[in-house]
T-cell receptor
């Protein structure tokens, strides 16, 4: 069974601090997505990474996919209150094989609170 | 474009009652999904569909049914509500699978008493 573990589960920081959250697995994924979910709303995609070692930047957010495609990290520089939310990672399972259902595997999320 | 819309936003059911959660997307997406999200438990896939007339079970299908008669609509049916079905339900759609963006609706909060 493929699992994605996210850490930390909860994080509360002050505005202006930097932080990193992690998404780890013992399984290889063909792709990995990061979503942010604000209270009372559905998740919204931030980024998709598909190549081992890939780094993508979205303003103050930096995403990295591990070389072995088993893990990923999200680094936020100078966090702002607007970054508050639940950060979810979701992995696409390994390349198509007979009987292999292609579905996303979701982590439980990191709940981030950025205090003014 | 409205994206993915869900109705109702909130509902209270008594044990044993039935209801249908509605989901509509206007992006002409082939793939549609139903998830439930319990506190601290992440998203669990209930059912999904890869196109009109085609549906398949996800991780937690028991107690639910779906249909996909059109590309736009993907209703979720609860036949005999149980307290264990108290959750927030999200519908999502995507153009393709895995590497494609999943677009989520605002969710339906269901309380079964």
């Amino acid at each position: 069974t493929q699992l994605l573990e996210q850490s930390p589960q909860f994080l509360s920081i002050q505005e202006g601090e930097n932080l990193t959250v992690y998404c780890n697995s013992s399984s290889v994924f063909s792709s990995l997505q990061w979503y942010r979910q604000e209270p009372g709303e559905g998740p919204v995609l931030l980024v998709t990474v598909v190549t081992g070692g890939e780094v993508k930047k979205l303003k103050r957010l930096t995403f990295q996919f591990g070389d072995a495609r088993k893990d990923s990290s999200l680094h936020i520089t100078a966090a702002q209150p607007g970054d508050t939310g639940l950060y979810l990672c979701a992995g696409g399972n390994a390349p198509r094989r007979a009987g292999n259902n292609r579905k996303l595997i979701w982590g439980l999320g990191t709940s981030l609170a950025v205090n003014p | 474009n409205a994206g993915v819309t869900q109705t109702p936003k909130f509902r209270i059911l008594k044990i044993g009652q039935s209801m249908t959660l509605q989901c509509t997307q206007d992006m002409n997406h082939n793939y549609m999904y139903w998830y439930r999200q319990d506190p601290g438990m992440g998203l669990k896939l209930i059912y999904y569909s890869v196109g009109a007339g085609i549906t398949d079970k996800g991780e937690v299908p028991n107690g639910y049914n779906v249909s996909r008669s059109t590309t736009e609509d993907f209703p979720l049916r609860l036949e005999l509500a149980a307290p264990s079905q108290t959750s927030v339900y999200f519908c999502a759609s995507s153009y393709g699978d895995l590497t494609e963006t999943q677009y989520f609706g605002p969710g339906t909060r269901l309380l079964v008493l």
